[in-house]
T-cell receptor, first 115, second 114 residues
């Protein structure tokens, strides 16, 4: 069975510092995708970044990058130069490309950026 | 382009009443997902459809919950009878194809059962 684990329920980080949010996953399939979503206090779910299991390069989107370590089954999100607007809940998710095509989410990490 | 549209945005009802949540996916998307979000359990996948066909409903908590997708542009999630423990935010999300699979979420329906 597939599983996503986010071990940090909450984090406090000083503004302008870099942040790493941890995510580990478990699947026996070879073909899968990993995602990060941001949920601000307003409640909407905002897609941030995607990494495919066969992608050789780590994904980057602006200040967001995904540190993909396939052997360790980790897909950590790195936010560079954090801003007050980055304060939100962050979810790691996985989609396995087989018959069971569901997308499952971790429990999330609440990030607080301090001025 | 319109995103995923959910209604109602907020619903307050009394225990025992029937609740129907509605979702219009993005045109052309062939996957539709229903999630429930609570503080205690996070984001739980309830059911998902591919080309209007339910693929996996193993996340539906019990027989009080049912979901339908009569056509490519409409889905409902029904709770009958509702209970206070059903109080949560219910998200609908859609995606296109399988290869990339980014989910586009609606704004959610916040349900409160008194």
């Amino acid at each position: 069975a597939q599983k996503i684990t986010q071990t940090q329920p909450g984090m406090f980080v000083q503004e302008k510092e870099a942040v790493t949010l941890d995510c580990t996953y478990d699947t026996s399939d070879q073909s899968y995708g990993l995602f990060w979503y941001k949920q601000p206090s307003s409640g909407e779910m905002i897609f941030l970044i995607y990494q495919g299991s066969y992608d050789e390069q780590n994904a980057t989107e602006g200040r967001y990058s995904l540190n993909f370590q396939k052997a360790r089954k980790s897909a950590n999100l790195v936010i560079s130069a954090s801003q007050l607007g980055d304060s939100a809940m962050y979810f790691c998710a996985m989609r396995v490309m087989n018959r069971d095509d569901k997308i499952i989410f971790g429990k999330g990490t609440r990030l607080h950026i301090l001025p | 382009d319109a995103g995923v549209i959910q209604s109602p945005r907020h619903e307050v009802t009394e225990m025992g009443q029937e609740v129907t949540l509605r979702c219009k996916p993005i045109s052309g998307h062939d996957y539709l997902f229903w999630y429930r979000q609570t503080m205690m359990r996070g984001l739980e996948l309830l059911i998902y459809f591919n080309n209007n066909v339910p693929i996996d409903d193993s996340g539906m908590p019990e027989d009080r919950f049912s979901a339908k997708m009569p056509n490519a542009s409409f889905s409902t999630l029904k709770i009958q009878p509702s209970e206070p423990r059903d109080s949560a935010v219910y998200f609908c999300a859609s995606s296109i194809g399988r290869q990339f699979g980014e989910l586009f979420f609606g704004e959610g329906s916040r349900l409160t059962v008194l």
